[in-house]
């Protein structure tokens, strides 16, 4: 196993890109920009590489005013506030906050600047069983109108079980909310490689945040049994894709747990390949993605654009709107609280 680090830009010293590999192939390569994944190498039956994730090939493709306007979010760390919250503005203490509107009528993904537009500081790390990047970035009191002082470290590991650990940690100094995910697009055939609605997929949950037209969750957690967006027994995903409303999946599954340990959340399997990526975790939620909002407008590692369907996300997460829904469970941060989280990406191919 082994990590090397190289720069990612040539306008700026202080971007990096480093490549993790184990012993199995596998090759992950994430940059201190956004802590996003660029490259996600699997090898294939014939020891070919094949990149499993959506993405780009230089740092000025990430940083284009193009890029930026469209906003998928590749691969990155989001944060503070990861998915929507309605009409950007919580209260805390009865204080309101009022945030960026970049949404629509809500707030997305931290702001117009948010964790996955920082440079994150490094460091590395290495032994026998697993090698990590840590990242780590703070993030002042009121950057995007957000309270506190805010801590944040994401720790990247992969090991020879061909699992990659994504790690959170944070603390705060004035109570705020937090809600912090990876964002990477999948396409387990490769990306470019078309569509990925014969993928087949199963999500660990019998209940789900309720959505209104605008995303935002109404605050019902109805069961899954007998709706269209049941996913507990596989399905491909294009067998109802249709039917859930939108231009497919973007919703939001109460996983079922009753802890806060690491899970099974999920399972994909691309069938003709039989590549098959299982994920789990600590967040009580996962929004499941069909890149329903990517137009054709941007063209990725392959030469090819990336069109609706051209990949998925499985976002592990507390649920959208959380701090305006004391129903759901608490994305808020007190003073002295830690904020502890881990994702297991883990491939099997």
């Keep these: 196993m082994k990590i090397t680090k190289k720069l990612f830009s040539d306008k700026n010293n202080n971007v990096f890109l480093f490549k993790l590999e184990n012993n199995n192939g596998i090759e992950i390569k994430i940059s201190n920009y956004g802590g996003i994944i660029t490259s996600w190498l699997v090898p294939d039956n014939n020891g070919n590489k094949i990149d499993i ?23 990155a760390i989001v944060g503070r506030f990861a998915n929507r919250i309605a009409k950007g503005s919580f209260t805390i203490d009865g204080k309101e906050y009022k945030l960026a509107i970049n949404n629509g009528e809500n707030h ?3 702001g117009i600047e948010g964790f996955d537009k920082k440079i994150w500081e490094a460091k590395t790390f290495e032994n026998l069983n697993e090698i990590c990047l840590s990242l780590s970035y703070l993030s002042v009191d009121g950057e995007e109108n957000y309270p506190g002082n805010l801590q ?7 090991n020879n079980k061909n699992e990659l650990s994504v790690k959170y940690f944070s603390e705060t100094d004035k109570k705020t909310t937090l809600n912090l995910t990876q964002h990477s697009y999948f396409n387990l055939k490769g990306e470019g490689n078309g569509d ?83 994920v789990y975790t600590t967040k009580p939620g996962i929004q499941f993605y069909t890149g329903n909002f990517l137009d054709d407008s941007i063209t990725g590692k392959s030469g090819k654009t990336y069109f609706p369907h051209a990949g998925f996300c499985l976002e592990t997460q507390f649920f959208p709107d959380s701090p305006n829904k004391p129903e759901f469970p608490s994305a808020f941060l007190e003073v002295g609280e830690k904020y502890e989280h881990e994702t297991v990406f883990k491939l099997v191919f």
């Design 53 to 75: 994730v959506l993405g780009f090939n230089t740092f000025e493709e990430y940083t284009s005013q193009k890029y930026i306007n469209s906003c998928p979010y590749f691969g």
């Design 108 to 110: 997305l993904h931290g």
């Design 152 to 158: 944040a470290k994401v720790d990247y590991t992969l």
């Design 196 to 278: 990925v609605l014969e993928h087949i997929i199963s999500i660990n949950a019998d209940k789900f945040a309720e959505p209104a037209s605008n995303l935002i969750p109404t605050g019902k957690m109805p069961d899954l049994k007998g709706n269209n967006l049941d996913l507990r027994t596989k399905k491909a995903i294009k067998e109802n894709i249709k039917k859930v409303g939108g231009n497919g999946y973007d919703h939001n599954y109460i996983l079922n747990k009753t802890k806060n340990e690491l899970s099974f959340a999920a399972k994909v399997v691309e069938p003709e390949s039989n590549r098959i990526l299982e």
